[in-house]
């Protein structure tokens, strides 16, 4: 699809960072006592936030476990945080993506996966540890 309509690769890079990111948590520190869900979390204590969970809330988004790079006006993602920790090459990873995904799409006809795409541990950056692929290279 993105090979035909190249103009959905801005909404197809935030899809895809919504649906698979490569970082699931953030890790932080309670700053003062704060209960929540009624668990009471004293200051200073360290707090990993599944910021994946909140690109799946099926609250926020329709359909959230789907994939769909067509996906109309998408509320934010939590993949590059936010507020003063909102990440500052969020930017240039964002056009880096985009212009991959089109030059990939336009360059590599019917790519497939054609072997194991073993995925990386839980405690570790998600992703594929390999991911064979076969095309058609198109000129």
């Known amino acids: 699809m993105l090979a035909e309509r190249p103009e959905l690769a801005p909404q197809a890079v935030d899809e895809l960072i919504r ?3 490569i970082i699931v948590t953030a890790l932080r520190v309670a700053v003062e006592d704060v209960e929540l869900g009624g668990v009471l ?9 599944n ?26 993602i939590t993949t590059f945080g936010g507020g003063v920790h909102y990440c500052l090459g969020a930017h240039l990873a964002r056009v ?23 995925w990386r541990l839980p ?9 064979p692929i076969e095309f058609n290279a198109v000129p």
Request: aromatic share 2%; no cysteine; proline share 13%.
């Open 19 to 21: 649906h698979t990111p």
């Open 41 to 49: 979390i004293p200051a200073g204590t360290f707090v990993l936030a």
């Open 51 to 76: 910021t994946a969970s909140a690109n799946r809330d099926p609250a926020v988004y329709d359909g959230p476990d789907h994939l769909d790079i067509t996906r109309q006006a998408a509320p934010p």
């Open 96 to 118: 880096e993506l985009r212009e991959a995904l089109r030059v990939i799409t336009r360059r590599m006809s019917s790519a497939r996966r054609s072997g194991p795409a073993p």
């Open 123 to 131: 405690t570790e950056l998600s992703g594929p540890t390999t991911l």
